[in-house]
T-cell receptor
Framework: AQSVTQLDSHVSVSEGTPVLLRCNYS??????LFWYVQHPNKGLQLLLK??????LVKGINGFEAEFKKSETSFHLTKPSAHMSDAAEYFC????????????FGSGTRLSIRP | KAGVTQTPRYLIKTRGQQVTLSCSPI?????VSWYQQTPGQGLQFLFE???????NKGNFPGRFSGRQFSNSRSEMNVSTLELGDSALYLC??????????????FGEGSWLTVV
């Protein structure tokens, strides 16, 4: 069975400061992990994905995430927040078998203070 | 390359009616999945289709159904609509189903309001 937990429902940071959005996962097998962003009234856009290659994954818009198997974590980071980063972020896990479902985290709303 | 296209974008229905939503995947993608997004329940998986066959199903009542056509386009249908079915319905497509590193691309969604 798989599950994903986003540890913070809301994160607020000042523009120009680092961003950390936390995600822990549970999976019986080595999973694929994704981060998606959703701006208001929009669909989901892929930020980055982990698929058992490099553990540090770089995505779009300066975001990156590190897969830590020992901690079962896949936290999303960005060195310097921009006002346009304000959105909802979803951590997603999917197993490797054809029968595996796609599991979404509950989402983290990121607010950016001027 | 066109993205995932969902129609209609917005619709209002009355309780008891039925609704059909359409999704055109990215060209070449054979897997289509559907999700319901509500403020209270977040994003929930409805079902996934691959090669015209339902491969996975979430925990939704039988009122929610779907199908996939030979050109990979998909429709989902909700019968006997309830107020709680008001939600954003998202469609996503991917090249194959369940393979490692298979990126899922989402459409903009269909906003359904049930009154």
């Amino acid at each position: 069975a798989q599950s994903v937990t986003q540890l913070d429902s809301h994160v607020s940071v000042s523009e120009g400061t680092p961003v950390l959005l936390r995600c822990n996962y549970s999976s019986s097998y080595s999973p694929s992990l994704f981060w998606y962003v959703q701006h208001p009234n929009k669909g989901l856009q892929l930020l980055l994905k982990y698929t058992s290659a490099a553990t540090l994954v770089k995505g779009i818009n300066g975001f990156e995430a590190e897969f830590k198997k020992s901690e079962t974590s896949f936290h999303l980071t960005k060195p310097s927040a921009h006002m346009s980063d304000a959105a909802e972020y979803f951590c997603v896990v999917r197993g490797r078998s054809s029968a595996s479902k796609i599991i979404f985290g509950s989402g983290t709303r990121l607010s950016i203070r001027p | 390359k066109a993205g995932v296209t969902q129609t209609p974008r917005y619709l209002i229905k009355t309780r008891g009616q039925q609704v059909t939503l359409s999704c055109s995947p990215i060209s070449g993608h054979r897997s289509v999945s559907w999700y319901q997004q509500t403020p209270g329940q977040g994003l929930q998986f409805l079902f996934e289709y691959f090669s015209e066959t339902q491969r996975n199903k979430g925990n939704f009542p039988g009122r929610f159904s779907g199908r996939q056509f030979s050109n990979s386009r998909s429709e989902m249908n909700v019968s006997t609509l309830e107020l709680g079915d008001s939600a954003l319905y998202l469609c996503a497509s991917s090249l194959e189903q369940g393979l490692s590193g298979n990126t899922i691309y989402f459409g903009e969604g269909s906003w359904l309001t049930v009154v």
